[in-house]
Structure formats: C-alpha cells, structure tokens
C-alpha cells in the first residue's frame, strides 16, 4: 500500500499511508497493554465479524485498484488524507495485529508492568511501524524506482488490485 500510494500520490501520500497505517498499529498496540485484545479474542463472532469488514476493505480497495489502474493521484489535499485512511485501515481492520500484539507484549511485558511502561512499550511499536513505513515511501520517493513504477504504474495497479482481492478472498474462506 505504501509502494502504491507513493508512486500514484507522491512522497507526502506514501509518508501519510505510513503513518496511518502505524497508528492503526498503535491502536491495537495499546489495546493490548491495556487488555483489549484479549476481549477481542474472548467474544464470539467478534474476531470474524472484523476480519469479515476487514476482508471487504480489502476487496473494495482491490476493485477501486482494478478500476482505477494507472490513473495518478495528487501529492496534496484529498488524495494525502486518502492514504492516510488507507494506510490506517488496512492496519486496523486486520485482527492479527491484535493477536500478534497479545502475544508479543504478553511475552515480554511482566505482569507487574506499570501503565507508564506499558504505554512505552506500545508507544515505540507503533513508532517503529510508522517509522518504517514512512521511511520506505521517502526512500522510494528518492529513487528512479518510483520513476519506473510510475511508468508502469498501470500494471502495478493492477497486480495490486488482484493481490489485495486475493487477501480479502483468503481472509474469509480462511
């Protein structure tokens, strides 16, 4: 998404889809500190009922991409906080990033953790996706690679689109 976004919309549209996408991190990053994953995990039907919204995101940005393909999008204004959004909600919608976070910071965290480093903790993982993210889409914004992705750009819609169709696809037959 952050390859996409900053061949179609520029530097500033690929920084914006990665930090997005880390503060939809750091949501669930807190949430986990804070136990929410693991009521995520305890409801029935809520796990699915988000990878199922999840999934359709998904096929919706898959289509859009499809449909779409090749046209270029601006470095400022609506198409910025377009990947803004999307950065956020592929990471939000995405109820592994829960389970993973629970995981993680359960392994690591002692019980006995207090809520300043609780929220250290879930602070530096959402600043480390959003950092990396970020920096990929200035890196690649730098490169003649995006020159060449631009150029192509139509088939890397379209080899998007298919992809994330795929993901949404797998997401609910899974």
């Known amino acids: 998404m952050v390859v996409k976004n900053t061949v179609s919309g ?17 949501i669930y990053a807190f949430g986990a500190v804070a136990g929410v994953s693991a009521l995520v995990g305890g409801v029935p039907g809520l796990h699915r009922a988000i990878e199922v919204v999840g999934a359709l995101y998904l096929l919706w940005m898959g289509i859009s991409a499809l449909r779409h393909a090749g046209e270029a999008g601006a470095e400022h204004g609506v198409a910025g906080r377009t990947g803004f959004s999307e950065g956020f909600f592929v990471a939000f919608l995405n109820p592994k990033i829960a389970v993973f ?74």
């Open 10 to 26: 520029g530097r500033l549209q690929g920084v914006l889809t990665g930090l997005g996408h880390g503060i939809g991190v750091g």
């Open 101 to 174: 976070f629970l995981a993680l910071l359960g392994s690591f965290l002692p019980v006995e953790a207090g809520l300043l480093e609780r929220a250290g903790v879930a602070g530096l993982a959402m600043g480390i996706d959003a950092g990396w993210y970020m920096f990929a889409a200035v890196v690649l914004a730098g490169t003649g690679a995006a020159g060449w992705l631009a150029n192509h750009g139509t088939w890397v819609d379209r080899g998007l689109g298919v992809l994330l169709i795929a993901v949404a696809g797998w997401l609910v037959l899974a």
